[in-house]
């Protein structure tokens, strides 16, 4: 249903209001800015003033015998007085706008700053679902240009309208006191102007909303292009992503245009209508003059009070505009702004201390969509200390069942217990500080190596932080990196390998030092030496930790203390590696398809896979199935090129 005109407009000056509370902190600022707003006009408006005065008083009249206006008489004290008067308030004029403007910038780079602070506090809070459906150009976009209406709405806008308000209101009341005769013939335009301002800004608004929507989908375009750029590469979509994004640029400038010729266009109108206007006014003043029922100086008042108001009334519409895009880029800001995460902190939730580390899920149900269940009637009990491999197909929920731990999303049904105490009776940042988390695709930010291991703990010492790497088997290689620990690495670790970055990320959350860790072990296939070092760090990592591991590595999945098989959510197996093995099943199938595989073409020997009644039977080959190292070669190789790590 399309709002009404009323609602709509309810709706909007809604959105106004509540960006006026973040006047509240610079209440004085404002208060002040307000002040040199009213002296600035004042001052403007009483200059024509001046000059009447000056004329009235400084300049008498001569006249002959019979009466006739034969010239004039200068008083040069009061000409000189009335002619300091009008440079004594232009100067104040000057210092007044100077404090308005300057008070105005003040105002609005806070405001505008508070607001950016506030948006990203939130996305920070805001669960996976939120940054799931949201595009983070979109984001971007909101963060950026629409903050900076919001800016000079506040810079700008806010006053401007109040000095423009305020001139006119003088000049009226004084033409009015005048004459006010030729001041109702001077305000015909008035209604004109203020209706063309009217019609334009409508005009323009909708236009407004597409260009900065178009923005924002153009940062997108940009981002996910750069962030994909080795996709991008691979593919040669070089010409479609660089068409995308022209095509994204062309209506952009192709909707400025458009707003622009609006704009362009009523220009010249709003410039004629002004120039009838002090015609009309001078006109009509020179035949009340000729009547004798006005002075000739009253006019060159008017005529000044109309040209002092021309520009500001003319800017009307400007002003329009920005309110009017103001108020479109709170909706949008506030959006993000009044977001509500998924996941909620209970109030009084409590903090998690002294954890053991025995995590249960009780019969967890849990749905992206609330509509088809991706996890369903989910039971693990995880004692202190084990390690728990989930194993199964793409798409079985393994990922979706270690997410609920940390509370990335919360369960739909059931629940998860740390030691006995519900997930969601304690306090996110208490359960998350006791998760150590390292994920398959493994972010760095941009800095130095020793900020990215420290990133959990900001405080740690040089010391804390090489024995972590040392743990890792990350120190010998970043040793011998030019700058070592300070050396830069870029956006997304860059100029690191995939192993490389997977070590920083499990030296990284040893220095956190959890009792609960989450390990996504599907890294990309990597060498003989990386393997081999992964390995160490990951002992070292799991040792006196319940693990949950998302395992590809037959090793990993061969020391947990219990596996579970996940299929289309559900677990359909469980056990041990010498368990499951024993049975027909989804994980021997996986064991003899791709684990097997992977250990055999590192050169590693694998455990016979026992037959029915327990007789050794041959294995399939299966799928890419490489010739195998001898082990011990492998493992020599290894071990000579890490060079030790610890
Ligand atoms: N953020 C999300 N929003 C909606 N659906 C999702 C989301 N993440 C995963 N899914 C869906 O949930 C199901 C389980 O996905 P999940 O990532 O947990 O599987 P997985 O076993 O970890 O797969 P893989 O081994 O490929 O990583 C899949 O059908 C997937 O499409």
Known sequence: MIPSFPEEGHRRVRWLLRLLPYLKAYRGQFILAWVCVILAGAFVMISPLLIKFAIDF??????????????????????????????????????????????????????????????YDNLQRLSFAYH???????????????????????????????????????????????????????????????????????????????IQQNQAEMTQIAEEALTGIRVVKA??????????????????????????????????????????????????????????????????????????????????????????????????????????????????????????????FENVSFSYDNLSPVLSGINIDAKPGQVIALLGPTGSGKSTIVNLIPRFYDVTEGRILIDGIDIRDVTIDSLRRNIGIVQQDVFLFIGTIRDNIAYGKPDASQEEIERAAKAARIHDFIVSLPYGYDEWVGERGVTLSGGQKQRIAIARTLLLDPKILIFDDSTASVDTQTEFLIQQALQELMKGRTTFVIAQRLRTVMRADQIIVLDRGRIIQRGTHQELIQQEGLYRRIFELELKDQEEALGRPVAPVPGPGGAERPRPRVRGESEALPAERARLLAEGQAGGGA
Not at 59 to 67: E, I, K, M, T
Not at 79 to 89: K, M, P, T
Not at 178 to 196: G, K
Not at 289 to 302: E, I, K, M, P, Y
């Open 235 to 360: 593919f040669a979509r070089e010409d479609y992503e660089s068409k995308k994004f022209a095509d994204a640029a062309k209506r952009q400038a192709d909707l400025s245009y458009q707003a622009a010729l609006i704009q362009a266009n009523n220009q010249p109108l709003l410039q004629g209508i002004s120039a009838a206007q002090i015609a009309l006014t001078v006109g009509f003043g020179s035949w009340l003059v000729s009547r004798g029922s006005l002075q000739a100086q009253d006019v060159l008042t008017f005529t000044l009070w109309l040209n002092l108001l021309q520009l500001p009334v003319r800017t009307l519409g400007f002003m329009i505009n920005i309110i009017a895009r103001a108020i479109s880029s709170a909706e949008r800001v506030f959006e993000l702004i009044d977001a509500q995460s998924a996941v909620q902190e209970k109030p009084g939730a409590i903090p998690l201390t002294d954890v053991k580390g025995h995590v249960v």
């Open 58 to 119: 400084g300049l008498q009249p001569v006249r002959d015998a019979n009466g006739r206006l034969i010239g004039l008489e200068g008083n040069e004290r009061l000409l000189i007085l009335g002619a300091s008067a009008i440079v004594a308030f232009a100067i104040a004029r000057g210092a007044a706008a100077f404090g308005q403007q300057y008070l105005g910038e003040t105002i609005g780079q806070n405001v505008a700053y508070d607001i950016r602070n506030r948006i």
């Open 132 to 210: 799931d459906k949201v595009q983070t150009g979109q984001i971007m976009s909101r963060a950026t240009q629409d903050v900076e209406n919001i800016r000079i709405f506040f810079s700008m806008g806010l006053l401007r309208l109040s000095y423009i308000i305020l001139m006119i209101l003088i000049s009226i009341v004084g033409m009015l006191v005048i004459n006010w005769q030729l001041a109702l013939v001077s305000f015909i335009s008035l209604p004109i102007l203020a209706w063309r301002s009217i019609v334009t800004s409508r005009r323009l608004r909708p236009m407004w909303l597409q």
